[in-house]
């Protein structure tokens, strides 16, 4: 998976200019491809980094554990982990103005953040849901294991390829089902035999991420509704909309989420993380909207002071017009350029680069070289930092 993030704070990585990008890595890859084999200094450092992706599991390390455990290596771009940085600068301008300049860090730091409950009011005005179907999260993570835990039964289907989670943090007695999207036909979703799917094999629980990780495919709009209606008959169906803000079903840049929906389908679960639209990982936010009655359950079990001070002043932030007004022209601005330096990469030669509308490409290589060497190959010997 080639993404196009960058980060610019103490590891010093550069900026990923997206309207040049794609010829700039294009350059690379070849540059680096002709160099041949790596050098002994060269490979010594791709199998410590290639340790520490063991290490890390399905997911990769971060770029200050990078930093941390490989010192020599001269990290230029962090194409691996999937957030906007131009809503990054926004939200460090406001942090900027408010938070330090006014001397206010240290109450976010030193006094107990706002509960549960206060946090989802706050929030709940921004996105247009009653607080009592809002559950909020330390991160996207916590919530995905918080519903499977909590309201998954004997037996879950997930589409394949997926985000690791919701296979990984089941119960020990919970199975596994997978529905394999077809690579030939782009891993494009198709209802028809996915609904055949279900009524076959009974699943309590069903997972839909939307637009899709890693391949970014999108389900429109109108076929989630008649999904939904057509899955009315599982008890927890979930929808992961994580990615949402960077889909965008017509030329205006809008986006449509289901978040208003779980009247209508008390059976919806809908998980969002915060991290990939406003690019603030490290703060650990996200939401869930829910049946007022399964939220009630979770919080039954903890969850009381699950955000940091920090996470809070960010929701403070995203009841505020004037902060929604100005992420809106980051947003489509991040779009544009990302729109522009997908259709660049897709022409690269040796590469099929699958068609995407979240802020992520997958990447599948058709040449003698492995994913993995050029993974390495990019970080070692140009800095790029991507993912397999």
């Known amino acids: 998976m080639?993404?196009?993030?960058?980060?610019?704070?103490?590891?010093?990585?550069?900026?990923?200019?997206l309207g040049m990008s794609a010829r700039w890595l294009e350059s690379r890859v070849r540059h680096t491809a002709r160099r041949g084999a790596l050098s002994p200094r060269e490979s010594a450092l791709a199998e410590r980094f290639k340790l520490?992706?063991?290490?890390?599991?399905?997911?990769?390390?971060?770029?200050?554990?990078?930093?941390?455990?490989?010192?020599?290596?001269?990290?230029?771009?962090?194409?691996?982990?999937?957030?906007?940085?131009y809503a990054t600068d926004l939200f460090l301008d406001y942090l900027h103005r408010e938070v330090i300049r006014?001397?206010?860090?240290?109450?976010?730091?030193?006094?107990?953040?706002?509960?549960?409950?206060?946090?989802?009011?706050?929030?709940?005005?921004?996105?247009?849901?009653?607080?009592?179907?809002?559950?909020?999260?330390?991160g996207a993570v916590e919530i995905i294991q918080a519903i499977l835990h909590r309201f998954t039964g004997a037996k879950i289907l997930v589409n394949l390829p997926t985000f690791s989670a919701y296979h990984e943090f089941v119960r020990s007695d919970t199975q596994v089902l997978y529905n394999v999207l077809p690579r030939e036909n782009?891993?494009?979703?198709?209802?028809?035999?996915?609904?055949?799917?279900?009524?076959?094999?009974?699943?309590?629980?069903?997972?839909?991420?939307?637009?899709?990780?890693?391949d970014g495919g999108y389900i429109p709009y109108a076929t989630l509704v008649h999904l939904l209606e057509e899955l009315r008959h599982v008890p927890n169906v979930i929808l992961d909309e994580s990615f949402i803000h960077f889909a965008c079903e017509g030329d205006d840049y809008a986006y449509r989420s289901l978040s208003g929906e779980v009247?209508?389908?008390?059976?919806?679960?809908?998980?969002?993380?915060?991290?990939?639209?406003?690019?603030?990982?490290?703060?650990?936010?996200?939401?869930?909207?829910?049946?007022?009655?399964?939220?009630?359950s979770l919080l039954n079990n903890g969850y009381l002071w699950?955000?940091?001070?920090?996470?809070?002043?960010?929701?403070?932030?995203?009841?505020?017009?004037?902060?929604?007004?100005?992420?809106?022209?980051?947003?489509?601005?991040y779009i544009r350029h990302s729109r522009r330096f997908f259709k660049a990469l897709s022409l690269m030669p040796g590469l099929h680069a699958y068609p995407t509308c979240a802020n992520f490409v997958l990447i599948e290589l058709r040449n003698e070289m492995t994913a993995e060497d050029l993974v390495c190959r990019l970080l070692v010997r140009r800095g790029i930092y991507t993912r397999t």
């Open 2 to 17: 080639i993404t196009q993030r960058s980060r610019e704070q103490q590891l010093k990585v550069g900026k990923f200019d």
């Open 52 to 85: 520490l992706k063991r290490e890390a599991g399905s997911h990769s390390p971060s770029a200050p554990t990078l930093a941390r455990m490989i010192p020599e290596l001269r990290l230029r771009v962090d194409a691996c982990f999937l957030s906007n940085p």
């Open 102 to 138: 006014t001397g206010k860090l240290r109450r976010l730091l030193e006094f107990y953040p706002s509960q549960n409950r206060v946090i989802a009011d706050k929030l709940s005005g921004a996105i247009g849901v009653p607080a009592e179907y809002l559950f909020v999260g330390n």
């Open 186 to 214: 782009d891993f494009r979703f198709d209802p028809k035999p996915y609904l055949e799917r279900v009524r076959r094999e009974k699943p309590d629980t069903v997972v839909l991420i939307n637009p899709n990780n890693p």
């Open 263 to 296: 009247d209508r389908f008390p059976n919806l679960m809908l998980v969002k993380s915060m991290s990939k639209d406003f690019g603030v990982a490290g703060i650990r936010a996200g939401y869930a909207v829910m049946a007022p009655q399964r939220v009630q």
């Open 306 to 333: 699950n955000s940091s001070g920090l996470a809070e002043y960010f929701f403070d932030l995203y009841s505020r017009p004037d902060f929604l007004i100005e992420y809106e022209r980051k947003r489509v601005h």
